[in-house]
């Protein structure tokens, strides 16, 4: 199944079979080559798979469904045993921020492109078929699907996670003497369902795991959409690797990933998922059900700075000359569609002044000091949520940054920075606690197809916000502040219904902008109301002027024309119809 898609007529393909397997969380080591416009590295992906996945396969051959609708079926695991690996060939002082030195890493030496399979190298098998059995070589493996689009697979292994100094914690023995594929998923499980209060822990532990030594290269294939992954004999998801690496090479032309020049003239690259989210990235699970937690190291010269969808305000460490490393982490579970970075020579616009009272209102509340209290006010899965933390509730004004080329800093000192605070606690008067710990504000090049975008922990505004009066940009800035609540925290099972959180983010907009302008209740009514007449008299002229399938939404689909300011959510708090 190669699809050539028309946009104006097919939907974006979700091709992970996530109704067997989910990836809990990513970890990323990448070298960003402004000179190639080459993003490169590994990924390592580490699974949950469980009961609910062996109910639906049964102990019989029952068919399961792919997220590409083909039929697979599944057979009851074999275990399978392997001897210890050598401990001595990892570095017990590994940590989350020291993963390798500034460097390219493997060069793939096949003399191909790198897009390439090896399932005919190993077992003369070509197949791209979506399904869990390809009938080629007479064996029913499960097959892990993920979606792939324009990047260069070069490598795909298991990790040895048993290798890791220290894991034995995780399992019932004192001492790991034999290591079979069931005791390193038994790892694995262990580390993805440790409890919030732990997160520190688990974020060291999925940094050194990424780091173990791999254990036998798995088959694989990609096309057009996705990157098929097999290991011979794991029958099903429960008897798969639960923790695989990837080495892979994003490309030039990749649709994910937009290279460019600032509006200084510097080079830089950006992330926004739009029209394929982020398979031209990095391979993942894009359907919204699937929802997981991530942390990254980027490379990059020392004269860039590197932003990222990430929990912690991150600085760079000098790896050598001309070389920084940034590492980003966050622990709140959101879709990989969310993920964003921005790679240029963004200097950080400050404010000239600070009174004490906005440090005291700025005060960063990390996940560490939260008094996380468990008392059922919330309905989703359990992290670090900041809904459950007593110092967060007061807190107005999150920490915040503002990066912009350094040709725009008279602008933004004169219309952005002003307007930070003002939103944020107008926000918070009407919604009350931020979702999220911190924010950075990135004006984006000129080249960016919208007036702004929000991801977890990240804003990107155009230029054009900062023209003319404080309207545009205080209005902008609102909608999509807005989105930390709707569209991120709280987002559309199906990506068909992401107008809902458009509708939502453009409503408290209004409320909020009106705030921030300590309106009094009658002007903001009529602020509100002209705007709401312009809204609909535009909205009449777009129905009259678009064609009438544009006008249908095609329930239960992925629709690759979604208007890209959001990349698409995943219930997160509290929605549970």
């Known amino acids: 199944m190669d699809t050539k898609l028309d946009p104006s ?11 067997h397997i989910l990836v809990k969380h990513y970890v990323l080591d990448l070298d960003v080559d402004f000179e190639s416009q080459i993003i490169e590295g590994t990924i390592v992906l580490f699974f949950e798979s469980g009961n609910r996945f062996q109910k639906q396969s049964g102990s ?29 060939t990892f570095s017990s002082k590994t940590r989350s921020n020291d993963f390798t030195i500034c460097g390219k890493g493997e060069k793939d030496t096949s003399g191909k492109d790198g897009n390439h399979d090896n399932w005919e190298q190993a077992s003369g098998i070509s197949s791209s078929k979506y399904c869990c059995d390809t009938g080629n070589h007479g064996s029913e493996d499960f097959l892990l699907v993920l979606d792939c689009c324009d990047l260069s697979v070069l490598k795909v292994e298991e990790v040895d996670v048993a290798a ?8 019932r023995s004192p001492k790991l003497t034999v290591v079979s594929e069931e005791l390193r998923n038994q790892i694995v499980c262990e580390l993805v369902t ?3 209060d732990r997160w520190r822990e688990q974020l060291d532990y ?11 290269e798995l088959l694989f294939d990609t096309d057009t959409w996705s990157l098929q992954i097999r290991k011979t004999g794991a029958q099903t998801a429960t008897d798969f690797p639960h923790a695989i690496r990837i080495r892979y090479s994003t490309k030039p032309q990749g649709r994910s990933v937009t290279w460019t020049s600032d509006q200084s003239g510097r ?83 400050k404010p000239e002044t600070c009174s004490s009272n906005d440090l005291a209102a700025e005060r960063s509340l990390s996940p560490s000091e939260a008094d996380f209290r468990y008392v059922g006010i919330c309905g989703h899965m359990e992290y670090p949520c900041r809904f459950q933390n007593p110092s967060a509730t007061t807190q107005e004004i999150i920490p915040h940054r503002v990066f912009a080329p350094v040709c725009l800093k008279a602008a933004c000192q004169e219309t952005l920075l002003q307007l930070v605070p003002p939103c944020l606690s107008a ?12 924010l950075d504000i990135l004006i984006v090049p000129g080249n960016f197809p919208s007036l702004g975008m929000a991801s977890p922990h990240i804003i990107f505004l155009s230029q054009s916000v900062l023209t003319g009066n404080s309207h545009l940009c205080g209005t902008r800035l609102c909608h999509e502040i807005a989105h930390a609540w709707f569209g991120l925290a709280i987002g559309a099972r199906d990506w068909t219904e992401e107008w809902l959180s458009e509708g939502f983010a453009t409503h408290l907009e209004d409320v909020f902008w009106a705030k921030a302008q300590q309106l ?30 544009m006008q249908v939404l095609r329930n239960g689909q992925a629709d690759p024309k979604v208007h890209m300011e959001i990349q698409g959510t995943q219930n997160n708090q509290n929605d549970k119809d």
């Open 164 to 171: 890791v100094p220290g894991i034995e914690k995780l399992t």
């Open 520 to 549: 009094d209740p009658h002007e903001a009514q009529e602020q509100q109301e002209l705007k709401a007449c312009l809204r609909w008299c535009r909205l009449q002229d777009e129905v009259r002027n678009s064609p009438e399938e």
């Open 267 to 349: 080079p830089c690259v950006y992330t926004m998922g739009s029209p394929i989210n982020n398979r031209a990235l990095f391979p993942c699970q894009e359907p919204p059900v699937a929802m997981s937690t991530w942390q990254a190291t980027v490379r990059a010269a020392a004269s860039f700075v590197v932003l990222m969808s990430g929990e912690n305000s991150a600085k760079p460490t000098q790896l050598r000359e001309g070389c920084s490393s940034w590492h980003y982490y966050v622990t709140m579970p959101m879709p990989a569609s969310t993920f964003t970075i921005a790679v240029g020579s963004w200097t950080e616009m």
């Open 427 to 438: 926000a918070h008067r009407v919604l009350g606690t931020h979702p999220f710990s911190r």
């Open 9 to 19: 007529r097919d939907d974006l393909p979700l091709m992970a079979n996530t109704s």
């Open 206 to 216: 999925y940094a050194r795991c990424s780091q173990a030594p791999g254990c036998g």
């Open 60 to 88: 019989t051959k029952e068919p399961c469904r792919s997220e590409s609708n083909e039929a697979c079926r599944f057979r009851m695991p074999e275990p399978c045993h392997s001897p210890v690996t050598d401990t001595r």
């Open 194 to 196: 440790l409890p919030a």
